[in-house]
C-alpha cells in the first residue's frame, strides 16, 4: 500500500529525514516511535504533502502512484488520512456542516454521488455507534476551544466517516490522558480491517498497551535506527530511547 524509500526532506535549509525505508501492506498498523524531534511529525507531513517541508531524495509511493508528486487534497481523495498534530480550529464553521462538505468532496473525486442529508446523518449515526462516541462534538464549531481530548475524538471521529485506505494517526509530545489515549486506541481497534492500514506515531510506548502493532520502527535523527514487531516497544519502555541511541551508534 505504502512503500517509502530512501526518504531524504527538509524543513527550510535543515534536512531532517535523512533516508528513511519502509513499507505497509494493506491491513498492517505500524508504529513509529522516537525521541523528541526525531522527525516523526516531519514524516507524517512529508506524506500528507504539507507545505514547508521539501523532499530531497527518494520515493513514496501510495498503491504504487507517486505519492509525492500529488496535491494534499488528491492524496485524501485516494485514500490517505492523516490527523493533524495539531489539528486546525475553524471557529465559525460548524462540525457537521464541515465533515459532510469533506466528505462529499472525497465522494465527488472518486465519481460517487454526494449524500444528501438524510443519509448523512443515518451515516454519523452508524460511526458514532461503532466508536462509542455521543454527538455533542458535531454541534459545535470545527475543533473550537476542543480540550486534547476533544480533538481526538473529532480526528477518530473524521477517520471514521472518511474510511481512508491509509491513516497516519500523530499523538502530540506533550502525551495524552489517559482518556484521550483510550478513544485513540478504541477508535484504531474498532476501525481495523484488512484493507485498511494505519501508521501511529507516538512518543510513548504507553499508546501501544491498547494498540497492538504488527511492526514498531524507532526513528531517531532522521533515520529508522530499529524495526521489530511489538516487543521492541516494550523493549524501549524498559530501556528508554538511551538505549538504542548507544547501540545505534554503536552499530
Ligand atoms: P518529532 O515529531 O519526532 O518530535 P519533528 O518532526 O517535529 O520531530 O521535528 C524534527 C526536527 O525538525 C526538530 O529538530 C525540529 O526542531 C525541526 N523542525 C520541525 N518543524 C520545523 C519547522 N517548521 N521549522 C524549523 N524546524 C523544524
Ligand atoms: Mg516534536
Ligand atoms: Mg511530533
Avoid: C
Amino acid at each position: 500500500m505504502l512503500a517509502v524509500n530512501g526518504l531524504h526532506a527538509n524543513v527550510g535549509d535543515k534536512e531532517i529525514l535523512k533516508g528513511l525505508d519502509f513499507a505497509v501492506a494493506p491491513g498492517e498498523i505500524h508504529a513509529i516511535m522516537g525521541p523528541n524531534g526525531a522527525g516523526k511529525s516531519t514524516l507524517s507531513h512529508v506524506l500528507s504533502g504539507r507545505e514547508g517541508y521539501t523532499v530531497t531524495a527518494g520515493t513514496a509511493t501510495f498503491e504504487g502512484q507517486n505519492l509525492l508528486a500529488l496535491e494534499p487534497e488528491q492524496r485524501a481523495q485516494l485514500g490517505l488520512f492523516l490527523a493533524f498534530q495539531y489539528p486546525v480550529e475553524l471557529p465559525g464553521v460548524n462540525n457537521t456542516y464541515f465533515l459532510k462538505a469533506a466528505l462529499n468532496s472525497i465522494r465527488k473525486s472518486r465519481g460517487e454521488t454526494e449524500l444528501d442529508a438524510v443519509s448523512f446523518l443515518r451515516l454519523i449515526k452508524e460511526k458514532l455507534k461503532i466508536l462509542h462516541l455521543d454527538d455533542s462534538l458535531l454541534k459545535r464549531a470545527v475543533n473550537a476551544g476542543f480540550s486534547g481530548g476533544e480533538k481526538k475524538r473529532n480526528e477518530i471521529f473524521q477517520m471514521a466517516l472518511l474510511e481512508p485506505k491509509l491513516a497516519i494517526l500523530d499523538e502530540t509530545d506533550s502525551g495524552l490522558d489517559i482518556d484521550a489515549l483510550r478513544v485513540v486506541a478504541d477508535g484504531v481497534n474498532a476501525l481495523r480491517s484488512p484493507e485498511r492500514s494505519m501508521i501511529v506515531v507516538t512518543h510513548y510506548q504507553r499508546l501501544l498497551d491498547y494498540i497492538q502493532p504488527d511492526y514498531v520502527h524507532v526513528l531517531a535523527k532522521g533515520r529508522i535506527i530499529r524495526s521489530g514487531g511489538k516487543e521492541l516497544a516494550l523493549e524501549l519502555e524498559e530501556k528508554g530511547y538511551g538505549w538504542i541511541d548507544a547501540e545505534g551508534q554503536a552499530a
